[in-house]
């Protein structure tokens, strides 16, 4: 119906206001469509827009806030049976985890929703969730594990033609690589991420590889490179993200 069209309408569009870095409308998008969805006695779509509440709320660094969200959507979907919803809302909490430095539990997340994408037999969700694992090595200062993971993500969304997930994991792997002293890697990954995000308008991506392009920078005593980068992201188009980095 009308309502229900309108309201699913909004939760897809979220991704798309988070890729440009509008998070904050996009979280206003999903609230306003969980609201209508429950009104409409529609609690199962009111869950779906909770669970795009828990991305944006991961790219505002707001970890108990999106882990709280990401409770409800792992019971209620489980009781249901619906392992897709579950493994998406345990990859999220697993990113929260991540942020607050809880890496015994963000490890346990990663597990749960590997083991369920793995039986729903869905290749990219399981590389996503992979790539989840990179970046909680990554956060632990296993750059070797990180980098390797990364690398596997990144052959997965090639294949499978997914040009803004593999930016994704490029970006991690330039992380990596970075903090393992492979500085020309680190560049070509962090690069080939940039000219993605620039292509296609990403704040998303644009952001965070200014960022670390700076850093580097900074660390190859190199700071008018540094300063060019750095205030690259001050533009309005990457104002939103600032917090995700």
Excluded at 163 to 184: H, P, Y
Aim: net charge negative.
């Amino acid at each position: 119906d009308l309502v229900r069209s309108r309201g699913l309408g909004d939760v897809y569009k979220r991704q798309t206001y988070m890729f440009l870095g509008r998070t904050n409308e996009a979280l206003k998008l999903l609230h306003d469509a969980r609201d209508a969805f429950l009104q409409d006695g529609r609690p199962s779509d009111a869950l779906e827009a909770d669970l795009g509440i828990g991305h944006c709320l991961l790219r505002l660094r707001r970890f108990y806030d999106a882990l709280e969200t990401c409770q409800e959507v792992r019971s209620m979907f489980g009781d249901a049976g619906r392992r897709r919803e579950v493994a998406e809302a345990a990859m999220v909490a697993a990113a929260a985890y991540t942020g607050l430095h809880r890496f015994a539990e963000a490890q346990e997340a990663v597990q749960e929703a590997r083991r369920l994408f793995e039986a729903e037999g869905n290749e990219v969700w399981i590389a996503r969730v992979d790539l989840e694992a990179a970046s909680l090595y990554y956060q632990q200062g296993q750059f070797e594990a990180s980098l390797t993971v990364a690398n596997s993500c990144t052959d997965v969304f090639r294949f499978r033609d997914l040009g803004v997930q593999e930016a994704q994991a490029r970006l991690i792997a330039a992380r990596s690589a970075a903090a393992l002293g492979r500085r020309q890697e680190a560049q070509e990954y962090v690069g080939a991420a940039l000219a993605v995000g620039e292509a296609k308008g990403l704040a998303d991506l644009v952001y965070p590889c200014c960022h670390l392009l700076g850093l580097m920078s900074e660390a190859e005593a190199r700071p008018s490179d540094a300063l060019a980068h750095y205030c690259l992201l001050y533009t309005s188009d990457a104002a939103d993200e600032r917090s995700s980095v």
